[in-house]
């Protein structure tokens, strides 16, 4: 079994900073993209940012020099630093995972809550 555990989040005043991680645990054969996504208030999940081995990464267009996705693989452990926050920035942040172990499987974290507000 493989868990995914986020943490970082928080309320943060407009152009603040955060940073969110996310663990991989469990039975881990290899980690081939892992990414986050966000959720705001009746909107859908949407994709916020994603990393591909072999240093494949992509960010969508709202967030694009505002924030940054990195790997750490020796830990299985996936960052987010948000800066420049907006207020619509604001929804739950889900981690998400693409994970072999003895299949290939697509995993989420449970989110953590990002508020910008003054």
């Known amino acids: 079994q493989v868990q995914l555990v986020e943490s970082g989040g928080g309320l943060v005043q407009p152009g603040g900073s955060l940073r969110l991680s996310c663990a991989a645990s469990g039975s881990i054969v290899s980690i081939y993209v892992m990414a986050w996504h966000r959720q705001a208030p009746g909107k859908q999940r949407e994709l916020v940012a994603s990393s591909a081995n072999g240093g494949i990464i992509n960010y969508a267009d709202f967030v694009k020099g505002r924030f940054t996705i990195s790997r750490d693989n020796a830990k299985n452990t996936v960052y987010l630093q948000m800066n420049s926050l907006k207020p619509e920035d604001t929804a739950v942040y889900y981690c998400?995972?693409?994970?072999?172990?003895?299949?290939?499987?697509?995993?989420w974290g449970r989110g953590t809550q990002v508020t910008v507000s003054s």
């Open positions: 998400n995972a693409l994970i072999r172990n003895t299949i290939v499987t697509n995993y």
